[in-house]
């Protein structure tokens, strides 16, 4: 329908605010400027950046990768399915057993926070974490962000 939903943070890494970056609050309002919305179809990836300000006026880039997944766990009152030899009767109406697609798509941000302002790295880095949790590889995520995290980041104006 047109209603719009609201965003939430699922996972974020690290767990915990470090000293001297603390996790920018009402960071899932930028996500989706155009609003958590289901869509019939499954979008193409997009890609984006925010620039948020502090208190202290410091800039942190938020680049944003957003895609969309098959919602399989949507809430639909009044529905009741019974499973018989390959058919399954709702209702009273019956259907073939056959796996039906997925009808609804919700949107699924990744975001990489950064004082840095290098666009096109962090969004090889988003791309990166996007193709391990879509082909469902053998690396946990946790591992491959902390070894994200762990790469130095030379001086503005020098060699990448």
């Known amino acids: 329908g047109p209603t719009e939903g609201l965003g939430k943070i699922i996972q974020r890494f690290p767990q915990k605010d470090w000293e001297d970056t603390p996790f920018p609050q009402g960071i899932e309002l930028f996500c989706q400027p155009g609003g958590w919305q289901l869509s019939k179809e499954r979008k193409q ?16 880039y938020c680049s944003c990768l957003t895609f969309y997944e098959a919602e399989i766990n949507l809430q639909v009152r009044d529905l009741h399915v019974s499973v018989f030899k ?3 009767e709702i209702e009273g ?5 056959l796996i039906q697609p997925a009808e609804v798509f919700a949107p699924k941000s990744l975001v990489l926070v950064s004082r840095l302002d290098y666009p096109e790295i962090f969004r090889a880095c988003l791309g990166l974490i996007y193709t391990v949790y879509v082909d469902s590889l053998n690396v946990s995520l946790e591992t491959l962000i902390a070894n994200l995290c762990s790469c130095l980041v030379p001086a503005s104006g020098g060699s990448q």
């Open 45 to 60: 990836p997009t890609f984006f950046v925010v620039v948020l300000t502090d208190i202290d006026s410091e800039r942190h």
């Open 86 to 88: 390959g058919t399954k």
């Open 93 to 97: 109406e019956e259907e073939s057993g």
